[in-house]
């Protein structure tokens, strides 16, 4: 009964509560009067005072120029993928041409209704469902394409078509809301391992870059600590290098190989009493009481050592040779008293 009455046609307002005439109207602004003469299609009145002639003209149908707003009633449609919608949506017209209105056919809204439906069910079918909740405003301007094509012969305009609403049945809703948090975790899953391997490669390319610059380090320090150890043995070379010049001086002054001879006896003596402490294992001379003996063995190193510079020396200062002599076994003599 409901769909019945739904498809029943709408009440002709323009048949209802025609003015008559009286001679002398006034037409209200944006409406269009038809008038007919004896029967026949005779003028259409403009707003504002218009005269007739009362018995022959009789004012048949009025039509409002406004914009007029239709209520298209729910309706079932089938998607492409045989998904069944319940749809309804809303009609905007406007009447272009009051002679084509009135003649053209017998009720302009319930024909332009009943071309919605059936223009929204034929484009709902060669859609998705995906599609159709993608592409309303591309559906909507297709219905309004198909009803100006065929309302063109009615005098009307179809001005938009709107969409109201879509019901889904209950179980493609559900499977609807089940895709749509896969969808969800899916997105998820890519942003979480996105996450992990820009974290991966950001620890990567850190430790790279420590492992670039603790090397760069190493080898800067490894350059300091050769420069500083060049550095180290070019100032001990001098050093000793100074040090051999001023001995080299002591040694060609009086009395210095005297003075040479007592240092490597010294030398040799506390050389000799450092063994017992620096090692377990003592390997001693067999004249260990001796210290004569020892030193006349340090003394001879020393002139083993320096025998081509005595030789060379003892043709230029014979004297001198002699005294330092003496002077040594002066020296030597008083090492023996002071050790006994």
């Known amino acids: 009964l409901k769909r019945a009455a739904r498809l029943a046609p709408a009440p002709c307002r323009w048949n209802s509560g025609l003015p008559m005439n009286i001679g002398v109207l006034f037409v209200p602004q944006q409406e269009a009067w ?20 009362p018995l022959l003209d009789r004012i048949r149908y009025v039509q409002s120029l406004k914009e007029i707003v239709i209520n298209v009633p729910e309706q079932s449609a089938v998607t492409l993928d045989n998904v069944t919608l319940q749809i309804d949506g809303v009609l905007y017209l406007r009447v272009m041409d009051p002679y084509k209105a009135s003649y053209g056919v017998e009720d302009p809204e319930y024909a332009v209704t009943q071309l919605a439906q059936t223009t929204m069910r034929s ?24 009803i100006n094509q065929a309302s063109d012969c009615w005098g009307i305009r179809c001005l938009r078509y709107e969409i109201k609403d879509i019901h889904v049945p209950p179980r493609v809703k559900e499977s609807m809301q089940m895709q749509v948090e896969a969808e969800r975790r899916k997105r998820a899953t890519v942003l ?25 380090a190493e080898k800067a320090e490894q350059i300091n600590k050769a420069a500083g150890e060049a550095n180290a043995m070019l100032v001990k070379a001098r050093a000793k290098a100074e040090a051999i010049q001023l ?3 002591a ?6 190989n005297a003075a040479a001879s007592l240092s490597v006896a010294e030398q040799y003596v506390n050389a000799f009493s450092k063994i017992a402490k620096d090692s377990n294992t003592v390997l001693l001379p067999a004249n260990t009481g001796d210290v004569t003996n020892m030193v006349a063995q340090a003394l001879g190193i020393y002139t083993t050592l320096t025998k081509p510079q005595a030789v060379k020396t003892q043709d ?25």
């Open 34 to 53: 038809v008038v007919e003469r004896m029967g026949k299609f005779h003028r259409i009145l403009e707003p504002g005072l218009n005269f007739l002639i």
């Open 123 to 146: 484009e709902l079918g060669k859609l998705s469902l995906d599609r159709v909740f993608r592409e309303r405003e591309s559906l909507n301007a297709s219905i309004v394409d198909a």
């Open 192 to 216: 979480e391992s996105e996450g992990t391997r820009e974290s991966a490669i950001n620890v990567a390319e850190g430790q790279k870059q420590a492992q670039i610059l603790a090397s760069e």
């Open 247 to 249: 001995l080299a001086a």
């Open 251 to 256: 040694l060609a002054q009086q009395h210095g």
């Open 316 to 340: 230029e200062m014979p004297p001198a040779h002699e005294d330092s002599h003496s002077s040594a076994t002066e020296v030597v003599k008083a090492e023996q008293g002071s050790s006994s």
